[in-house]
């Protein structure tokens, strides 16, 4: 007679990368919808994967092997099982590499007017090539915030929200007294706009804050500002890096295990959100070239409704997958603009 074993497993945690282009509403973010249903049916027809893929470092793979856990990319992001009877060490760390699928990612996507380049360096003193990415996000459950309580409590991995920098550039988010403000334009004199009076009403989104400063070695010159060090094991393509440790000690809600090391009974649900690029529309006539109108005030790149308000906005088209150009005044951005032709 054949022998049969059977393993039960459980979910060890689940992270869920969302796009408020793919998600709100023209001006209303996704989260402020009030129609449930419609809440609903906007999650169930995203798919990340169209345009972000997501996979474990190789360090974290055979980890995960070694375990008998399961990496399984989804369509909102990703899952990891894992079987009932695993314990982690408290500092067991698991990194996941996000990358760009589809190149019109960079179109809709607030931030992605900072470069992420390759730099190599020779370190003499090692005789090693360094390999840094610039301005690569790091997200991390021992960094990130949350917002809300008990079972509303969302977890966040990115950052709060920093305060004004004088190096903020065009699309950077800040606080304000209690308002979250988007800048429009670059530094000096950067021109701001109010995404939510109240930034704790509103998601946490990806921003500059959550970019690492790069500690270089002594003596080591031309390395980047912020970004990460490419290996062997954060591979080349790396967009986002995210890192996660089993056990956060002064918020076990960040937690993927217990005390014990085992997965928790209810695993955390960690969000990354992209927020989506505002810009100015700019109506142009299409047989003349002639620009007719601009409207005031940047508006929400979204694939789902329109953020013009205005009554005639209905006859009007709204930017869709379409580049985004940079108005300058030298150096510095001072707009960035849509061009719909009418």
């Not at 698991?94 to 589809?102: D, E, P």
């Not at 960094?143 to 004004?164: D, E, F, H, M």
């Not at 997965?263 to 989506?276: D, G, H, L, S």
């Not at 906005?313 to 960035?336: F, H, R």
Request: with cysteine; glycine share 6%.
């Amino acid at each position: 007679m054949s022998e049969r074993c059977s393993k039960a497993n459980t979910t060890l945690l689940q992270i869920n990368l969302l796009h408020h282009y793919w998600l709100d509403d023209g001006a209303t973010v996704f989260d402020q919808i009030a129609d449930p249903q419609k809440k609903a049916n906007r999650l169930q027809n995203y798919d990340k994967r169209s345009f972000l893929a997501v996979r474990p470092t190789v360090s974290t793979a055979n980890l995960l092997a070694a375990n008998h856990c399961k990496f399984m990319e989804t369509a909102t992001g990703l899952t990891i099982a894992a079987p009932l009877t695993l314990q982690l060490p408290s500092d067991t760390v698991l990194q996941f590499i996000v990358s760009i699928a589809k190149g019109e990612f960079a179109n809709y996507t607030a931030m992605t007017m900072r470069r992420q380049n390759i730099v190599e360096i020779f370190y003499p003193p090692e005789k090693t090539l360094y390999r840094f990415k610039e301005n690569v996000p790091v997200l991390s459950n021992l960094t990130g915030a949350a917002i809300g309580s008990g079972s509303g409590k969302v977890l966040y991995l990115s950052q709060n929200y920093p305060a004004p920098q004088a190096d903020d550039g065009v699309e950077s988010l800040v606080i304000s007294g209690t308002a979250l403000l988007q800048l429009t334009s670059d530094n000096p004199g950067a021109v701001t706009q109010q995404l939510n009076a109240s930034a704790a009403a509103a998601p946490i989104y990806m921003h500059q804050g959550d970019v690492p400063v790069i500690t270089a070695p002594a003596g080591m010159t031309g390395a980047p500002a912020k970004g990460v060090r490419l290996s062997a094991d954060v591979a080349d393509d790396v967009f986002v890096l995210l890192k996660l440790q089993a056990v956060r000690a002064d918020d076990d809600a960040f937690s993927f295990v217990d005390v014990q090391g085992k997965p928790r009974a209810a695993p955390p649900i960690y969000q990354v959100r992209f927020k989506n690029r505002s810009t100015y529309w700019r109506y142009v006539n299409k047989t003349s070239g002639a620009v007719v109108s601009t409207e005031p005030d940047p508006l929400a790149l979204t694939f789902y409704g329109n953020a013009n308000s205005d009554v005639n906005a209905k006859n009007k088209p709204k930017p869709y997958l379409v580049s985004v150009t940079a108005e300058k005044n030298g150096a510095a951005i001072s707009k960035l603009i849509s061009e719909i032709y009418i």
